[in-house]
């Protein structure tokens, strides 16, 4: 009986991550891992390259406009964004009014 709970504690804990990393999407896809070299490797989010063809097709987009295109939320757009921007894909401003 000991070993069935475990086994069934165990199974809750898998399902719990899982969730976890459902709800929160920006903690797995970009994170950062060194590499042998020394190097630090950047993952990037799965709808990177999808997002580099929305842009494509303007001269400007903002994260709103490329978040409804993805049909993903602002905050995760924006953290494509800044990884667009860290690989030397277009630049990010604020307008200030």
Partial sequence: ???SVKV?????????SRLKSIENPKNQPHSTSEVDGGEKKV???PLFSKALEVMDKYDEISSKQLSDSLK???KRTEVI???MEAAGIGTCYTKET
């Fill in 81 to 83: 964004m800044d990884q």
């Fill in 43 to 45: 993952e990037r989010d």
């Fill in 1 to 3: 009986m000991d070993e």
């Fill in 72 to 74: 993903i939320d602002v």
């Fill in 8 to 16: 069934i504690l165990k199974k809750l804990d898998d399902i719990d």
